[in-house]
């Protein structure tokens, strides 16, 4: 008789119900077809050959999926609101340099970072990143300054970051200097709130 029930409740069970929950407090118990930057669209669970619904994500708190997967969407963000959060970043490089990059490659360098956005004058900067870059015998040494644009206020300086030439990073050690003093000195610096 055991095996009986357990075999009739089981194809009730493979029907997937996900929990949609609105910011207004509201549960709508639904099976979830296609999820869009904008919006979300679902059947009712209970109506699964029925109508399809649509709703927008910014009245969506989170989903509840039904292997117990949760997405929270009152942190997405498009990637407008991202650009305008991007703070603008003029580089410059000191005299005593011995790698002056193009303008290309320190916008790619900059903008792989959803924090910056590279500027092309200091007017439009929130603030200036002064690199030093000395290269020897295959390596490079990297650091930065970090200056406030409004006054030219030093905010934050970096260690030296080693960079080196090989086949594993498949680039120069100047450029290999540069993404490790971004990557392990100023964001996380920025993360901490240091500037």
């Avoid at 490079?140 to 934050?156: F, G, M, P, T």
Wanted: proline share 2%; aromatic share 10%.
């Amino acid at each position: 008789m055991k095996k009986l029930l357990l075999l009739l409740f089981i194809p009730f069970l493979s029907f997937g119900q996900d929990l949609l929950i609105k910011k207004t407090g509201n549960d709508i118990t639904v099976k979830i077809l296609e999820i869009n930057p904008d919006n979300i669209k679902y059947k009712k669970s209970y109506n699964i050959d029925g109508p399809l619904f649509t709703v927008d994500t910014k009245d969506i708190n989170q989903i509840v999926y039904k292997n117990g997967e949760v997405e929270s969407f009152n942190t997405i963000q498009t990637n407008d609101q991202l650009g305008d959060n991007k703070k603008g970043i003029y580089i410059k490089t000191t005299a005593d340099s011995k790698k002056h990059f193009s303008q290309e490659v320190w916008e790619e360098e900059i903008e792989k970072n959803h924090l910056f956005r590279k500027v092309e004058s200091v007017k439009e900067a929130d603030y200036i990143f002064e690199f030093r870059i000395r290269v020897a015998l295959g390596e490079a040494r990297v650091s930065v300054i970090i200056y406030d644009a409004q006054d030219n206020a030093e905010l934050w300086k970096s260690k030296k970051y080693r960079g080196t030439a090989n086949v594993y990073n498949e680039m120069g050690a100047s450029i290999h200097g540069v993404r490790k003093c971004i990557n392990k000195g100023i964001i996380p610096a920025i993360e901490k709130g240091e500037f």
